[in-house]
């Protein structure tokens, strides 16, 4: 159940990835409702923490939470590898991003159901092998996902693939957990490459999950 839930934590929060033609931050506030009998809604959130910040450049990204499971992640889009940084361990632990656990079904798109920080969104429901995903989108924040091609996991390629723009908004729904995700604020800006950076000397692993 522990590695699991763990996964389906990571797929989550590689959702939140960017495009060449958008550079800054977005911050996004988070909820979590559980649906298994022995976790708390507010351990949930705990977990994926409250507040996301997320830094892209190019085809890079790095994102930080005040969660208590994953601090941050750093995907390194030469290597097409996720690094996730959990409070449980020393090491930074890496995910093949060519690979995904999980699958797209099926998929609709609504056009023009929701207003987010002034953008009008259309909605893209991906029915996945683990439940739904569904993500609130405007083309003024376009994405090139070209850049991303590789970028199976967590269906991210799949859903850019299809709305080429940033996500302001996510739902996500499975047997464990439903989880939404709002953007509070999105600022451009110019940062530095060596924000996606590894820290020097630290230690890297294949995640088991």
Do not use: R
């Not at 987010?116 to 989108?137: A, R, S």
């Not at 047997?175 to 509070?184: G, K, R, Y």
């Not at 110019?190 to 996606?196: R, S, T, V, W, Y």
């Amino acid at each position: 159940m522990k590695q699991t839930l763990i996964t389906l934590l990571l797929s989550v929060c590689c959702l939140f990835t960017f495009a060449q033609s958008f550079e800054g931050q977005v911050v996004y506030q988070t909820q979590c409702k559980s649906k298994l009998p022995n976790v708390t809604d507010d351990q949930f959130t705990a977990m994926v923490g409250s507040t996301m910040n997320y830094y892209i450049k190019g085809g890079d990204y790095k994102s930080d939470t005040n969660g208590s499971v994953i601090l941050w992640q750093l995907y390194i889009n030469k290597e097409n590898k996720l690094y996730n940084k959990f409070s449980s361990s020393e090491a930074v632990l890496y995910n093949d991003c060519a690979v995904n656990p999980d699958s797209v079904l099926s998929s609709e798109l609504h056009v023009g159901v929701a207003d987010i920080l002034g953008y009008k969104c259309d909605e893209l429901v991906l029915n996945c092998k683990t439940g739904v995903q569904k993500y609130y989108f405007s083309s003024k924040l376009p994405v090139d996902s070209k850049l991303y091609t590789n970028h199976k996991f967590g269906n991210w390629f799949t859903y850019l693939s299809m709305a080429n723009a940033i996500p302001l908004k996510m739902v996500i729904n499975n047997a464990q957990f439903s989880l939404e995700t709002i953007a509070t604020s999105v600022k451009p800006m110019k940062l530095d490459a060596a924000i996606f950076q590894l820290p020097a000397g630290i230690t890297t692993a294949k995640s088991p999950y």
